[in-house]
């Protein structure tokens, strides 16, 4: 077989493209991925809301999502000869409670995701092995694996190659799966036939949009990152403005409202990988434990998952925030010592939450601006 040139076009003889194909689908079923489909390496329309959404401030600190626009708008400048985007989806739906369950008011939520193993490691393990099969039929083809690790609009890939659309939260959504989804991709040289893109299912629904408490998603499909749960806990360093404090609650690590409250996801059924099920004290800890074990030994705790993304200082202004939202008056000794906190964002927001449990919720503001 010829892999041919390296200008654009790359034939490969006595290859039947479309049995090829087929071949690869089976073997992404067979390294258990959830769903799996293909979508053409070019410019998508939908790629040019990017631009407006960057020049609204949406991104709010992730200042890397403007440097790397340009890719993120064609796949072919990760590999100019690219022909075909395969993007796979790993499901991490598990069978425990939903973030909008009443539960203990002593309990911080971190999102899902992160309950278990680091699903780069889980989901891009996979891909490689996927690449390989891909390069075993058509030699010579290059492929570039992506799990969250280049500049990818993974939504927009994955619903242009079939396998969902996009919610009105910004999530994909697949009609059986849900959205409780890992995104990842093979940017590739061979011809791989792709599929048709996803047809929207939302329909009237608004259940994501009104669930917000931070008011995040600021109409269908727009989502303003500086008020997001998940941006404000994780992605954001400095402090979080006394406006939005009250609305984030529990959360220490993300949020999963959102996506709790789509019926899409509360008709899914837990099929998540044993990789993805909860260690002890990820799922719902109690927030005194969660900062014994944050104090104690932070590596220990992040350690070969997700947790990692946020650093100490920002998991301990969270878990500040959330002792002063709990109501639960026996935190007042915790949060003193994290008063003498060497970060003064850390002291700032213990002080904050002090107040608010000594005072009130008025003490500090609850409702988004």
């Known amino acids: 077989m010829d892999p041919g040139n390296r200008d654009g076009v790359t034939a490969w003889s006595g290859v039947d493209a479309a049995e090829a194909t087929a071949r690869v689908r089976a073997r992404a079923l067979a390294l258990d991925l959830t769903r799996v489909g293909i979508a053409p390496a070019q410019i998508w329309p939908e790629s040019g809301a990017l631009a407006e959404w960057l020049a609204r401030g949406y991104a709010g600190t992730m200042t890397w999502m403007a440097r790397s ?66 390069r075993s039929i058509w030699p010579g083809a290059r492929c570039a694996v992506r799990v969250d690790t280049g500049p990818i609009l993974e939504h927009v890939a994955a619903a242009r190659a079939g396998i969902g659309w996009i919610g009105k939260n910004t999530c994909l959504i ?82 999963d409202i959102c996506q709790d409250v789509c019926p899409w996801n509360r008709h899914a059924p837990p099929d998540a990988l044993a ?42 202004r969270n878990v500040a925030l959330a002792m002063g939202n709990s109501g639960e008056r026996r935190f007042e000794k915790p949060l003193e010592r994290l008063l003498d906190h060497e970060d ?18 008025g003490a500090g503001g609850e409702r988004p601006a």
């Open 344 to 361: 003064p964002i850390v002291s700032g927001h213990a002080a904050w939450a002090l107040a608010r449990l000594r005072e009130g919720p």
């Open 174 to 255: 697949d009609a059986e799966a849900g959205s409780f989804l890992f995104l990842g991709e093979i940017v590739t040289e061979a011809p791989l036939v792709p599929d048709l893109p996803g047809a929207d299912h939302c329909g009237t629904c608004t259940r994501c949009i009104d669930a917000c408490p931070t008011q995040a998603i600021v109409a269908p499909g727009a989502l303003d990152a500086r008020r997001c749960i998940s941006y404000l806990t994780i992605e954001h360093a400095g402090e979080i403005e006394p406006a939005l404090r009250g609305a984030l609650g529990t959360h220490v690590f993300g949020c």
């Open 275 to 316: 990789d993805f099920q909860p260690r002890p004290g990820r799922e719902a800890p109690r927030l005194d434990e969660l900062l014994e074990a944050l104090l104690g030994d932070f590596e220990a705790f992040v350690r070969a998952s997700a947790l990692r993304r946020a650093p100490l200082s920002r998991w301990l």
């Open 69 to 134: 626009a340009d890719k993120r708008r064609d796949v072919r400048r990760i590999l100019p000869t690219a022909r075909a985007v395969l993007c796979a989806a790993l499901t991490y739906h598990t069978d425990r409670p939903l973030s909008t369950d009443p539960r203990d008011p002593d309990r911080g939520w971190i999102a899902r995701y992160a309950w278990g193993r680091d699903y780069h490691r889980v989901l891009e393990k996979r891909l490689r092995r996927l690449a390989r099969h891909i």
